[in-house]
């Protein structure tokens, strides 16, 4: 604990010595009290994030607590950001004998208003309704009597201390008005219980297709009674693939919809839930091609080594806010697109429809995707993407190859 605690602190100071010393300490010669004040500023952040990050997110889950540390933490990683970029220009203008004795307030105004113009962008990103981002996918074995099917995504909504229950109700509307066969969410439904989320999880209930609408468990259900959400997402009208399959048909043809609870799953200790890819396919036919649903994009090694056709993931949030999605990269295999793995298994990753935490989104826009199936032929944007080569990492593998 001790050691944890310590880590913590470190990574806030690291956090906030680059916006103080630029703002405020770099030679920018500021009044007296303009430092004082920039200075208790950071220290109050410093002191009270913990604090605040505790109450919000921690047993009481006071929502105010969290939209004021969720809110602050988006704030200060912008200023870190934009400062240690700052101090690189400034060194590079120091070099060059350039900027005279306003140079570092140039740098830390500079600093200031981009940082102030990202995070006003930011927000309004990530509170809109997302654009549509359409994709054709080609799965070579997909019927014709399938060819044009209508795939609608949803992931990562995250309803939580910022109520957006109207903001659900319209990401409803535009699902509605896509025309969707299928309907999918790929889990991180919300952060909180079915209960303290029933308004804003409520408008998924409106939500129409043809053949099926399935949701997954992600990460953030395991933090907020992952089985109640299974159970609320039913009563909505959608079906929980809890590692389990459903068979839609069209045309004559027919395609598998399979689902696994996310990786996380089994170390939350809830009974009955783990990622089991060889019980969401038990009892499909192999001949059949299978569209998996897998919160996290790093379960494509298993997709992949049982020869699945499209896994659909989200999870990465195509990193947020920007540089963030560097850090994103060392922990999946994809931040967002459409990618190849193996022989066979395509990876569609979804930048997700809503927020976690911070309310901002900068350079990584949020989205409701519409993928429309394909019969035959390879996907060109999964060919961009390049190919990756996928090993065993799970002991059930060894059932599910013979699903090929």
Known sequence: MRRRLAVAVLVLVILCLPPWWTLFASGVDWPFPVFLVGTVVFAGWLVSFPFLMVAGHGPRRSDRAARVADTSLGMVWVLFTWSVLGGLVDLVLTGLDAGGADRARIVALAVAVVSAGLLAWGHYEAMRVPRVKRLDVHIARLGGGLDGTRVVVLADTHYGPID??????????????????????AGDIADGTPAQRREQSAPLGTIRSRLAKVYVTGNHEYGGEAQGWLDRMADLGWEPLHNQHVVVERGGDALVLAG??????????????????HGALAGADPARPVLLVAHQPKYVPQA????????????????????????????????????????????????GTGFWGPPFRVFAPSEITLLTLRSGGTSPAAQRTGATTTKDTN???????GYR
């Open 164 to 185: 957006r229950a109207d903001w659900s109700a319209r990401v409803a509307e535009a699902v509605n008005a896509l025309d969707a066969d299928v309907v999918v969410h």
């Open 260 to 277: 696994v609870d996310d990786v996380t799953a089994e170390s939350s200790g809830l009974a009955g839930h783990r990622a089991n890819l």
């Open 304 to 351: 992949a080594a049982a020869g699945i056709d499209l896994q659909i993931s989200g999870h990465t949030h195509g990193g947020q806010i920007w540089p963030f999605n560097f850090l994103v990269r060392l922990d999946q295999p994809v931040v967002h697109g459409l990618s190849r793995h193996g022989e066979r298994t395509q990876l569609y990753t979804s930048r």
């Open 395 to 401: 002991s059930e593998l060894g059932t599910n190859a």
